[in-house]
Structure formats: C-alpha cells, structure tokens
C-alpha cells in the first residue's frame, strides 16, 4: 500500500499484531512470578517452622530430657474434649516450654505454680509482682486446656507447688470449643490437684475480656465464666477469681491501654491483674490496685464470694527467688 498524498512514494505497511501477544506474555509471566513468591512464602514458613521444631528437639536431645518433654500428644491421647493446636510452630513452643519446665523443676519446688497460656507465659514482671514469693511460670503461648490437663503432673504437680493459679480457656473458645467442653477439662485438672494435694490451695481465674477483633468470642465468655461459679462449691481448695469484670469496658471488650493486641495484657493490666490475684492468694495488697470500675448492666455475673482456704498448713515460700 502507497501514500497516494502528493509525490510521497513510501510505502505504508500495516503494524504488527505483536503489542497484544506480548501483553499477553507480560501477564502470563507476572502471574507466574507472583505464584512463584507465593509458595516460595508458604515453603520458606514451612521450613522455618520445621526448623524451629527441630532446634527445639535438638536443644532437649542435649540436655538429655526425658521422653515426656519430647511428646506433642494427637488429639486421641488427650485428656478431655476440645482443640489442641497440631502445627510445627507450636510444637516447637510446646517442647520449649516443656524443657523449661523440667530444668528448673528442682529450683522451683515449693513454688506458687502459675499455669496457662501466652497470657502467663508473656508475664515477664511475674517475680517482681509477687515480691517474697518463689514464683513459677508454666505458661505455654496458644496452649488449651486439654494441653495443661495433659501436662499437669510432670509440669506443675511434681514442683510440689504451696499454691496453684490457672488462667487458661480463651484459646479454646477461639478455636471453636463450647464453655461446657472448658468447664469439663478444668474439672478434670482439679480433680488431678485435689488427688495429688488435697489441701493445696488453687484460685481458678475466670477468662479475660477480648477485643474487637475476637468479639465473636465474648459470649461464651460469659458463659464459661457463668459455669465457673460451681467450681468452688464442687473442690474445697479452689478459689474463683473474678478476673473479668475488672477489665471488661460497658460492651464487654477491653480497653486498648491495657490490652494493645485485644487478646493479651499490656504492663498495666498485668499489674492490675497482680493486685486482684494478692486477696485470692490469702495476700496483702502491697501495692494500692488500680481503680476498678464498677459492675455495670449487662457484665459477666460475679462469683459468689467464697472464703479462701486456710494457708495455714502451707510452708511460706523462700524468699530471695532468682527471677527468670
């Protein structure tokens, strides 16, 4: 085809169809590079999770630990009802915080056992908060209550412990558990305390508020704090703790001050969280509490009040405890 324009004598050619085949292959190859990425991501968690599962293993095999701490039990070997988390990362958490537990079982006889989840295990001021008392910390981040149930003995029951605390639920009723499956595992775990040291005393806390972000959760909550009133009607030696009302807002959540992630206490509440456990814990308050709101309309219903056991017959703990 000719410019018929004029004396213009350059031939017009038509352009080449390449533009929309390469676009085309631009696409395509994006595509690939991001779903390349992708699962290079998910492959290097992967790997990163199974390594941390593998340093853990390694670090125990040194030390020499015994079977037990090496064991993340299948659902069927659990004691109770309810979820338990299977991945490698926790796992990995598991083994640790078990091998923590059996190298200081020795230092740590005698302690005031507190035992639970990433809400205990995160409280790092726990020595500090309980001046004169030989504290010990068997919190494991995202364990459940079949978890704690399942390593009970070996983990707190064998420190001969003068005083249990448990705080332990929320991770089950995120995982999808009933309040009536919690209720049971904790009646189980009591029942284990009260045949190994019936005069042990044990304060029971009821679960924290949660945020927005987990709002789904706050009326089981509710619930399972509601069924946790039978506990000390049902085991002499257990003291409920009301450890809800105090930081639950007028809609049941929590305050971003004191809970900065919606699930876990920040300083201050672990503090505040500190002086309401002294009274439960036949305590002085040696430092003046935080002020507490009052009930309002609507909150979670208050445990009946219930005398503490007597410490009488429990050996003060040595003071002077080396912090961990």
Not at 69 to 74: A, R
Not at 233 to 254: I, M, Y
Request: proline share 10%; hydrophobic share 40%; net charge positive.
């Amino acid at each position: 085809m000719r410019c018929e324009a004029g004396a213009c004598s350059i031939p017009l050619r038509p352009a080449p169809r390449t533009r929309g085949r390469w676009a085309g292959v631009a696409k395509n190859f994006a595509i690939t590079c991001l779903l390349a990425c992708v699962l290079g991501q998910t492959q290097m968690g992967c790997s990163r999770e199974a390594r941390e599962e593998r340093r853990a293993r390694q670090r125990a095999a040194e030390l020499g630990a015994p079977s037990w701490v090496l064991q993340h039990p299948g659902l069927s070997e659990l004691p109770g009802a309810g979820p338990f988390p299977e991945k490698a990362w926790f796992r990995a958490q598991w083994i640790n915080g078990r091998l923590h537990a059996w190298t200081h079982r020795d230092s740590e006889r005698g302690a005031v056992v507190f035992v639970g989840d990433s809400i205990t295990a995160r409280w790092s001021r726990l020595p500090t908060e309980f001046p004169g008392l030989k504290v010990a910390n068997r919190g494991i981040p995202s364990d459940t209550s079949r978890g704690v149930a399942f390593r009970l003995r070996e983990d707190v029951l064998a420190l001969n412990p003068t005083r249990l605390v448990m705080l332990i639920g929320i991770n089950d009723l995120l995982l999808g558990a009933t309040p009536e499956m919690v209720l049971g595992n904790l009646e189980l775990m009591l029942t284990q305390c009260q045949e190994a040291s019936p005069a042990m005393p044990i304060v029971v806390c009821q679960v924290l508020p949660v945020g927005p972000k987990h709002a789904a959760a706050r009326q089981r909550i509710r619930e399972l704090n509601r069924l946790m009133q039978s506990l000390p009607r049902r085991f002499k030696a257990v003291v409920l703790c009301d450890t809800w009302t105090p930081f639950a807002d007028e809609t049941g959540g929590t305050r971003a001050a004191e809970f900065p992630d919606d699930l876990h206490p920040g300083p201050l509440a672990y503090g505040r969280l500190a002086s309401i456990l002294r009274p439960c814990l036949g305590l002085s308050n040696t430092r003046p509490p935080l002020s507490l709101e009052p009930a309002r309309a609507g909150a979670s219903p208050r445990p009946s009040a219930s005398p503490a056991p007597s410490l009488s017959g429990a050996t003060d703990p040595a003071t002077g405890a080396r912090p961990e």
